[in-house]
């Protein structure tokens, strides 16, 4: 079945990106805000995997960069520890997501330079 897509590819990754980076910061925000928080920023990976597939050269650079969290077998299991783990480790990780020049930063370039933005 082939789906009919009405937003252009590189825009519609870089929504999913920021929608990722804006729920991961609201994790930061409290405990009690954090697993609903992380539960929504990892839903949007099954809608990025499928996207990923109409453009492989794309889909690998992600996979370089956010296997674990995207594609790996156990990716589910990942986002659930991101959301339990403690405030300390937490924040370490949200880090190494969010901060400038970190993992989202990385895939966000990837997927502007796929669309020429």
């Known amino acids: 079945?082939?789906?009919?897509?009405r937003t252009e590819f590189a825009a519609f990754v870089l929504d999913l990106i920021d929608f990722m980076e804006e729920k991961?910061?609201?994790g930061l925000l409290g405990e009690a805000s954090r697993p609903g928080?992380?539960?929504e920023?990892?839903?949007?990976v099954p809608l990025m995997r499928d996207r990923l597939t109409e453009n492989e050269v794309v889909q690998a650079q992600f996979m370089?960069?956010?296997d674990e969290q995207m594609f790996d077998a156990d990716a589910a299991k990942w986002w659930t520890?991101?959301?339990?783990?403690?405030?300390?480790?937490f924040e370490k990780r949200a880090a190494?997501?969010?901060?400038?020049?970190?993992?989202?930063?990385?895939l966000r370039q990837v997927a502007a330079a796929a669309g020429g933005a």
């Open 81 to 89: 520890d991101l959301a339990r783990m403690d405030r300390a480790e």
């Open 64 to 66: 370089l960069v956010f």
């Open 24 to 26: 991961i910061r609201e």
């Open 96 to 106: 190494d997501l969010v901060d400038p020049g970190a993992k989202l930063a990385a």
């Open 41 to 44: 920023a990892a839903g949007v």
């Open 1 to 5: 079945m082939t789906s009919t897509r």
């Open 37 to 39: 928080a992380v539960a």
